[in-house]
């Protein structure tokens, strides 16, 4: 069973920068890609950012410019830089795996709270 482990959530001021990590129990090389979730309380699931086997990047619009996707293969493990954090990036976030045959895997969570 593929295991992920999210860190670095915490809480920031407005404008401020957090970088998360999902460390994974298997090799991420040939994955079919990888990705970031969120999910705030009354709220569902939303999609924030995805890197794929190739390298290629998508964001949501809600986080485009802000935050960046990214990961090192030596280390099995899938980043996610925010930065110029908004109150409404408050959420847990979640890290997801897909793998090539199409099985998803999913991170416990780690929550990001952003406020005075």
């Known amino acids: 069973q593929v295991q992920l482990v999210e860190s670095g959530g915490g809480r920031v001021q407005p404008g401020g920068s957090l970088t998360l990590s999902c460390a994974t129990s298997r090799s991420i090389v040939s994955i079919s890609a990888m990705g970031w979730y969120r999910q705030s309380p009354g709220k569902q699931r939303e999609w924030v950012a995805t890197i794929t086997r190739s390298g290629n990047r998508n964001y949501a619009d809600s986080v485009k410019g802000r935050f960046t996707i990214s990961r090192d293969n030596a280390k099995n493990t899938l980043y996610l830089q925010m930065s110029s954090l908004k109150p409404e990036d408050t959420a847990v976030y979640y890290c997801?795996?897909?793998?090539?045959?199409?099985?998803?895997?999913w991170g416990q969570g780690t929550q990001v709270t952003v406020s005075s």
């Open positions: 997801n795996l897909r793998r090539m045959d199409g099985m998803d895997y």
